[in-house]
């Protein structure tokens, strides 16, 4: 079993990091596009399935907005929760949302559980609050513009945001470094009780990640305005990042079981596992760092 | 509206557009073909909100001029998200033509024309168009029974539409669903 779940981590870890950020608007975006990693086609039927349920459910949502509009019931408020909820899920299931950063942070620091799903809720809760925060000031103060505004507001942000998880990856290296340099073998099950070091970098990674705003909440908030339906927006956008804080939280459990799996694996041999366990914690800080720079780079 | 979901796209899209193209032909052979997009209801409330200045629910020349400026030139960088193939020979397109939107039933509609000027001889020539975003924020589906032929009474021709193994987009993980279209000119 372990093997199995140590296969699982390695491909995972393998693929995960090109599974780039999430893309600039085309129709207003001043960036040149570039080319890409191209890596083996395995996954389209499954991503098929996906791309299809997402067009279903938005246009759901447009019609379940609709139909509160007309008629304010629990009737038709239950289905729009439900369809909102999923519509997170899904939606940040593609690039983007910082999956990657929390996948490669829990490499590198041995974490529980509990943090695991405290990363997701908080990035995604830090995410729909940006995306509601700038639709509101474009829609009751700034007046200008939806699309232009959006764009030149969210790269201002993007470049604050990855600006911060290049140095956020800057302190892990050091720490972990630091930290195994004075007490090599310190070890730390997934599900035991945390340290507070472990809850440390939780709360700054989550708001330099979630910090960006979520486009898609973006567009049901305005959506959701044109209709005058201020508050239905609030709960949409409040429940989508719920659905999106599944996704996320599911990207950081996958590397805290993964590396679990894989660390048990060698369960036999404590030096491989000590090895192992420190390459991690090393390369998942330089990872962070190295996938920062990429877009910090591409957002310049 | 009938429409059929692209078979092999994934994930994270913002836009979504149905697409329907229809070729033009001359007597001398293919012109180019349009295209009509129609964008979902949410991205469209943007569109309007931005560029119907003065909120009467359709767009004047003035605001199409507008739009074409702030919502629609961009995508030259991106090839219109037209990528086009004649006799397996890559095309960009750079340059379209009689750009219109409207505003239909709360969606944003597209028109416009993509030139491609390619002679009909005795022997059939082959095009492919596929119409897909790169990047992936743009979801377009193609609508299959929507494919329309005009002026094409001095050609012979038929098409397909079929998934592009051979070229997949964003990281590899998605085939590109192509029309291949092949034409030679009518024997008299």
Known sequence: ?300 | MPFIVKANAWGHAHVWIDNTVVVHFNDQGMTGFKEKWAFDEMFSHMIIHDFDKNRNGRFEPAEVKEVKKGAFLNLRKFDYFTHVKINGKSIEVKFVKDFNAKIIKNRVIYHFFVPCHIKATSSFKEIRIGIYDESFYTSITLLRDQILFKHDSACEHHHKVELNKKEPYYYGQVYPEEIVLRFRKKNE
């Open chain 1, 1 to 300: 079993m372990n093997k199995i779940v140590a296969i699982i981590f390695t491909a995972m870890f393998l693929v995960y990091p090109f599974q780039g950020e999430a893309r600039d608007n085309p129709f207003v975006s001043k960036k040149t596009p570039k080319g890409e990693v191209k890596l083996p086609t395995f996954a389209s039927r499954g991503f098929a399935k996906i791309a299809l349920w997402q067009h279903q459910l938005n246009k759901k949502l447009t019609e379940q907005v609709k139909r509160l509009k007309a008629n304010r019931t629990w009737e038709t408020l239950l289905p729009l929760i439900l369809i909102s909820f999923l519509y997170g899920i899904i939606h940040a299931a593609g690039p983007g949302h910082g999956k990657v950063v929390v996948f490669s942070y829990f490499f590198s620091r041995r974490s529980s559980i509990k943090k695991g799903l405290l990363l997701g809720n908080l990035i995604s809760l830090f995410h729909a609050v940006s995306g509601v925060t700038i639709v509101l000031m474009l829609y009751f103060f700034i007046k200008a513009a939806y699309l232009s505004s959006f764009e030149a507001i969210s790269q201002k942000i993007k470049l604050v945001s990855y600006s911060l998880i290049v140095m956020i990856g800057l302190a892990l290296l050091i720490n972990n470094i630091f930290s195994t340099k004075n007490n090599p073998s310190r070890f730390h099950e997934a599900g035991a009780p945390d340290t507070p070091s472990d809850g440390k970098g939780i709360l700054p990674l989550a708001l330099a990640i979630g910090v960006v705003p979520c486009p898609g909440v973006v567009i049901i908030m305005l959506f959701a305005l044109s209709f005058n339906l201020l508050f239905t927006g609030l709960m949409m956008s409040l429940i989508m990042a719920l659905g999106m804080a599944v996704t996320i939280s599911i990207a950081g459990l996958m590397s805290i079981l993964g590396q679990e799996g894989l660390l048990k694996s060698f369960s036999r041999n404590q030096k491989a596992q000590n090895l192992i366990q420190k390459g991690l914690t090393v390369f998942g800080s330089l990872l962070i760092i190295g996938f920062g720079s990429i877009l910090l780079i591409g957002t310049l």
